[in-house]
Nanobody, 124 residues
Framework: QVQLVESGGGLVQAGGSLRLSCAAS????????MGWFRQAPGKEREFVAA????????YYADSVKGRFTISRDNAKNTLYLQMSSLKPEDTAVYYC?????????????????WGQGTQVTVSS
């Protein structure tokens, strides 16, 4: 079992930046692929970014490419999402997720563990 806890969300003006963190505990010795997803009110949960165990491979949704950066510190069991040039349409609850199969995935159904989410609100 892996427990994931997100932090770093908040209210920011359009054009601003935020850094989300996701602390993992429990069975963290396994080589999980990690991802960030988000869900806006009335919408499906959507893929934002994913990163391989080593951190050498990263993947982004087209909507955030060039603005968001995913990274991880395995020594600290922590996943990050640096968000810049934020837009009102980035407003959502952001979730981190872990996948036990060591192959990156862009679909939420293939992730096994989830955090409780952190709210990000971007004002115009």
């Amino acid at each position: 079992q892996v427990q994931l806890v997100e932090s770093g969300g908040g209210l920011v003006q359009a054009g601003g930046s935020l850094r989300l963190s996701c602390a993992a505990s429990g069975r963290t010795s396994s080589r999980y692929v990690m991802g960030w997803f988000r869900q806006a009110p009335g919408k499906e949960r959507e893929f934002v970014a994913a990163i391989s165990w080593s951190g050498s491979n990263t993947y982004y949704a087209d909507s955030v490419k060039g603005r968001f950066t995913i990274s991880r510190d395995n020594a600290k069991n922590t996943l990050y999402l640096q968000m810049s040039s934020l837009k009102p349409e980035d407003t959502a609850v952001y979730y981190c997720a872990a996948r036990t199969v060591p192959v990156p995935s862009f679909t939420r159904y293939e992730y096994d563990y989830w955090g409780q989410g952190t709210q990000v609100t971007v004002s115009s």
